[in-house]
């Protein structure tokens, strides 16, 4: 469910951002611009553009004022919860379920996201409040490389941010996911473990 609110939340923003900037209608054309959803990637000028008379300007704006009012709301409440955590651009969650590290990908992955994978401190104090709040130890989005001892993000970027639990990472092949510890230090693991599910949109 809070996965399901963070996406709708993700592409009516989107929506919100894209409208805004299309409702000023000028003047001289009397006509404004309709564009249309293209999936799970965002908004992308349709083909076929449909066009309304300026006089809905108005209603439109009234409509997505009180979209965007509701989602405000909706965020305090998660965030009130502790549902939600913000960071810079980044958004963290939890359903607080823990499943091995496929299981837990493909979770984010559902909702849009992809695993936690901090890229700096704040980030990292962001992820760890969910691993203190359930008392749980969380896959993050980092795994080892075809090169022994190295680790990479899953989206195959380079760490640039690591906090390391000492003398980890030590499986040398044998443990090839990552766990961040209630201490918010890392280490490496097996990946059929069964570990918190932390995602970041």
């Not at 990552?178 to 201490?183: A, I, L, R």
């Amino acid at each position: 469910m809070v996965f399901y609110s963070f996406y709708t939340l993700t592409v009516v923003a989107a929506l919100l951002v894209t409208c805004h900037a299309l409702c000023k209608c000028p003047e001289s054309s009397g006509l404004l611009k309709i564009f249309g959803m293209a999936g799970k990637g965002g908004l992308k000028e349709q083909p076929q553009l449909s066009v309304l008379p300026c006089s809905v300007d108005n209603k439109m704006r009234n409509v997505f004022g009180n979209l965007e009012h509701r989602i405000s709301r909706l965020e305090g409440v998660l965030a009130l919860n502790g549902k939600i955590k913000e960071v810079g651009e980044k958004l963290f969650s939890s359903n607080g379920k823990e499943v091995n590290f496929a299981s837990a990908l493909e979770s984010c992955e559902k909702a849009g996201g992809t695993l936690a994978t901090p890229a700096n401190e704040e980030e990292n104090e962001a992820v760890l409040g969910f691993v203190k709040h359930y008392n749980r130890y969380a896959y993050l989005g980092i795994k080892e490389s075809e090169n022994v001892g190295q680790f990479k993000s899953i989206n195959d970027t380079p760490l640039n941010y690591t906090n390391w639990h000492k003398y980890e990472p030590s499986g040398k092949g044998t443990e090839r996911c990552v766990e961040m510890y209630t201490d918010g230090t890392w280490n490496d693991k097996k990946c059929n473990a069964n570990r918190l599910t932390i995602c970041e949109f």
